[in-house]
Structure formats: structure tokens, C-alpha cells
């Protein structure tokens, strides 16, 4: 079988970036699922569907024309790759993401994402509903105060001006969201290796997997 390494965690974590590194260090090919969900909380919002109809909203995520090459993403042929991070979409993400039936027609897509010779996917339930086979689990946190400082500075460097207290009052609110939800909730798979990045570079987290992958 492909092999499958799951990092998951709360937002702001740095999923994605660890993701991406060990990633590129093992060849393996990369899920960013909560772009799924980004891009089915967009596509619905301008198509007009109220997005707490969870039927019409897993319509949409069953016909998502949405396409991934060289680092930008599609949306019906449009470029959405800037629109997709915007911090609106994270909210419309996880607000379609608490809809079982949403989840239920972005689960093929997901799965279909394993191919040789590995795959990392990064998200919030990879580990526990969509890839409970992966040989290694993460979940990943740090502080909500880090959190909030990372997210900060990414919007800074696009000259994106935010208050660090209310980027910390927005992500607390997404995670209270994320766990308390019926559907998938946030939480570590019981074979999960636990890993808080606060205090760690990057490439020493990047390396701590690798090691538990090669173990
Ligand atoms: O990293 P960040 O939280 O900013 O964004 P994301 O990983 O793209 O996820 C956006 C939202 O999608 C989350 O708040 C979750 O509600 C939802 N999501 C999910 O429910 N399941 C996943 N596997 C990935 C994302």
C-alpha cells in the first residue's frame, strides 16, 4: 500500500508548512485538505447558497471544478490561489466543513490524492476519518499566542495590516468551532503522535518527523 504520513492540528499551527518540507524531503506527493474546504465554502458563497444548508453546500463540494498545478489552484478555470488563504475563506471553511454530507462528498477526492510513492496530507480529521492507516500520525499545536504572532507576521509580508489580539480572538474561535463540532471534530487520533512547535524552527520539527518515519 502508499504510504501515508497525516499531520493534524488546530489553525495557525503550521500544518501546512511542515507539510510541504517533509513532503519535499521524501518525494511524496501533498493533500492540503483544508483547501477542499476553502474552495467549497468560496464556490458556494458566490454561487449565493446560504452555507449553513448543508445539502445544496455538498452539491457544490461534489462538483468542485478545482485544480492544482505549479503551485496556483483553479476554481472553474479562475485563479482562486490568493482568494483561497484570505482569512474570509478560512471562516466560510470551517463553517461548511461542520456539515457531515460536505465531508462525505469531499472524501473520494481526498483518498484519491494517495499515490506512489507516499503522500502527506495535512488537515484536521486525516488521521482519524479519511486516513486511519497512515504508518505515521501527527498532531500538531502551539501556543495560541504563537499562533496568532505566525499569522500575523504572514499577513504583514503581504502588507496586510491586522491587530495580533484580534487574529488570536479569531483563530480561538475557529478551534472552539473545529472541536465542538459533531462532524470529524478536531482531536488526536489514539495513535497520534503529539508534537507543540512553538518553540521549534522549522527544519527541527521537518527533521523530528523524518526521524519518527524512518523509526
Ligand atoms: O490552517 P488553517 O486553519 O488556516 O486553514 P485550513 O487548514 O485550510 O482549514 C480551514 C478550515 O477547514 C478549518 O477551520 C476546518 O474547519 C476545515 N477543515 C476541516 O474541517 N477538515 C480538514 N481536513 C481540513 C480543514
Known amino acids: 500500500d502508499v504510504p501515508v504520513i497525516t499531520i493534524d492540528g488546530p489553525t495557525a499551527s503550521g500544518k501546512g508548512t511542515l507539510a510541504d518540507e517533509v ?35 455538498a452539491a457544490v463540494a461534489r462538483g468542485l471544478d478545482l485544480h492544482f498545478r505549479k503551485g496556483r489552484a483553479t476554481l472553474a478555470g479562475e485563479d482562486v490561489t490568493e482568494a483561497l488563504r484570505a482569512e474570509a475563506t478560512g471562516l466560510m471553511a470551517s463553517q461548511v466543513a461542520a456539515h457531515q454530507p460536505v465531508r462525505d462528498a ?7 490524492f494517495r499515490r506512489a510513492p507516499g503522500l502527506v496530507a495535512d488537515g484536521r480529521d486525516m ?52 472541536k465542538s463540532r459533531s462532524a470529524s471534530p478536531l482531536k488526536p487520533a489514539a495513535d497520534a503522535l503529539s508534537l507543540d512547535n512553538s518553540a521549534q524552527t522549522i527544519e527541527e520539527s521537518r527533521d523530528l518527523l523524518l526521524r519518527w518515519w524512518a523509526e
Not at 504572532?149 to 496586510?160: F, N
Request: aromatic fraction near 6%.
Open 23 to 57: 513532503a519535499h524531503e521524501l518525494g511524496y506527493w501533498i493533500l492540503d485538505s483544508g483547501a477542499l474546504y476553502r474552495a467549497t465554502g468560496l464556490a458556494a458563497s458566490r454561487a449565493g447558497i446560504d452555507l449553513d444548508d448543508a445539502q445544496a453546500v
Open 106 to 112: 469531499l472524501q473520494q477526492l481526498q483518498l484519491d
Open 127 to 178: 488521521g482519524t476519518a479519511i486516513f486511519p492507516d497512515a504508518g505515521l500520525k501527527v498532531f500538531l499545536t502551539a501556543s495560541a499566542a504563537t499562533r496568532a504572532e505566525r499569522r500575523h507576521k504572514q499577513l504583514i509580508s503581504k502588507g496586510i495590516s491586522a491587530s495580533i489580539e484580534g487574529l488570536r480572538a479569531d483563530l480561538e474561535a475557529r478551534d472552539a468551532r473545529d
